[in-house]
Antibody, heavy 119, light 107 residues
Framework: QVQLQESDPGLVKPSQTLSLTCSVS??????????WTWIRQHPGKGLEWIGY???????YYNPSLKSRVIISVDTSKNEFSLKLSSVTAADTAVYYC???????????WGQGTLVTVSS | DIQMTQSPSSLSASVGDRVTITCRAS??????LGWYQQKPGKAPKGLIY???SLQSGVPSRFSGSGSGTEFTLTISSLQPEDSATYYC?????????FGGGTKVELK
């Protein structure tokens, strides 16, 4: 059974870089065909797709965040990461790491981690 | 970006009722539409992919239909455990986009 677990950065100061890691267990992140994805949810609001890292090495980011986002994979640790730079209070959200097995078929989710941007 | 509009934003129904939620896309997305269920404090769970394909383990009382720009999620007989917020997701083109959600409550 595949399991995903986000790290817990908690509080991030405005203008800093938000860094999150997702540890994958029960399967190899190197296995072909999966989009390793981040999705966020602002408090009390809907879901926002952030982007993915595909096993071939390609990435795609939501244009609304593109200039600030990097998603990468560390196969040696079987984990993938999200970096979001120049954060503001508008980036306060629950961040989910997700395995997408067929463009929009989100079959495994982390439990989510609340990241608060505040000084 | 493709905008997804869900209606209603909330509804209240009784156990056993038939419930229908609608999702409209700002442009045609063929049948590239999924549905997710989210309970408070939990990650979303996949229900349906590609308009009408039930994901593994999803009860058969859930069904989906539609094509192009208008889609529906139907719960044929509402159960207490179906109380949740439901989101549609277009997976036709990037960036993938979700509807605003429909909160389903039991009377």
């Amino acid at each position: 059974q595949v399991q995903l677990q986000e790290s817990d950065p908690g509080l991030v100061k405005p203008s800093q870089t938000l860094s999150l890691t997702c540890s994958v267990s029960g399967g190899s992140i190197s296995t072909g065909g999966y989009y390793w994805t981040w999705i966020r949810q602002h408090p009390g609001k809907g879901l926002e797709w952030i982007g993915y890292f595909y096993y071939t090495g390609s990435t795609y980011y939501n244009p609304s965040l593109k200039s600030r986002v990097i998603i990468s994979v560390d196969t040696s640790k079987n984990e993938f990461s999200l970096k979001l730079s120049s954060v503001t209070a508008a980036d306060t959200a629950v961040y989910y790491c997700v395995r997408d097995s067929r463009r929009g078929l989100f079959d495994y989710w982390g439990q989510g981690t609340l990241v608060t941007v505040s000084s | 970006d493709i905008q997804m509009t869900q209606s209603p934003s909330s509804l209240s129904a009784s156990v056993g009722d038939r419930v229908t939620i609608t999702c409209r896309a700002s442009q045609g997305i063929r049948n590239d539409l999924g549905w997710y269920q989210q309970k408070p404090g939990k990650a979303p769970k996949g229900l349906i992919y590609a308009t009408s394909s039930l994901q593994s383990g999803v009860p058969s009382r859930f069904s989906g239909s539609g094509s192009g720009t208008e889609f529906t999620l139907t719960i044929s007989s509402l159960q207490p455990e179906d109380s949740a917020t439901y989101y549609c997701l277009q997976h036709n083109s990037y960036p993938l986009t979700f509807g605003g959600g429909t909160k389903v409550e039991l009377k």
